[in-house]
């Protein structure tokens, strides 16, 4: 069963969808590899009162890691780098090949590069933390001038705030 709901953020109108009641998806407008809408469900505005309270915490510079469970669908190379996704903490940066080493793949940058790219959850799954090899703002799926916003933001707040490094209770 899924549902969708639509909330409003600095990056634009953000689409959560829900498959059994757990976030399957964070998708911004125009945003490359964004499904179909008519596969999001019906609409309904109730759903996922967690998620949203989290995302209005983290554009609010009050919250760095999210702790809310996740419904995602990949192959088990995409979950993988998504787990390693999430291990990189608020305000930082690493490039395709650290996340390569990271997952145990240090010749698949490129590989590395398009799971990030299908990445469901963006923002929560923090796939804007990547770039390319000379610090470069390579490619992202909301747009470059969105992952510039959301490092800029971080950075911004990042030295005020205390992270705990939770990852998502889980990427399944």
């Not at 009641?21 to 008519?38: E, I, K, N, V, W």
């Not at 967690?50 to 990949?74: C, I, M, R, S, W």
């Not at 780098?81 to 291990?87: D, F, I, P, S, T």
Request: with cysteine.
């Amino acid at each position: 069963m899924r549902a969708h709901t639509v909330i409003d953020s600095p990056v634009g109108p953000l689409t959560l969808v829900a498959t059994d009641g757990t976030l399957s998806g964070l998708y911004m407008t125009d945003q490359r590899h964004r499904p179909a809408d008519s596969t999001f469900g019906g609409r309904d505005d109730t759903i996922l009162p967690e998620v949203k309270a989290q995302l209005d915490a983290y554009f609010a510079g009050e919250l760095t890691d999210f702790d809310v469970p996740l419904n995602l669908h990949g192959t088990p190379f995409q979950q993988e780098v998504w787990r390693a996704l999430c291990e990189i903490p608020y305000g930082e940066t690493i490039t395709y090949g650290e996340l390569a080493l990271r997952v145990s793949r240090p010749t698949a940058s490129r590989a590395v590069g398009a799971a990030n790219g299908r990445n469901p959850v963006s923002v929560i799954v923090p796939c804007h933390r990547v770039v390319g090899s000379t610090g470069d703002l390579t490619g992202y799926g909301g747009g470059v001038e969105r992952k510039r916003f959301l490092l800029d933001f971080e950075t911004r707040y990042a030295p005020a705030m205390c992270s705990t490094a939770a990852a998502p209770s889980s990427v399944a």
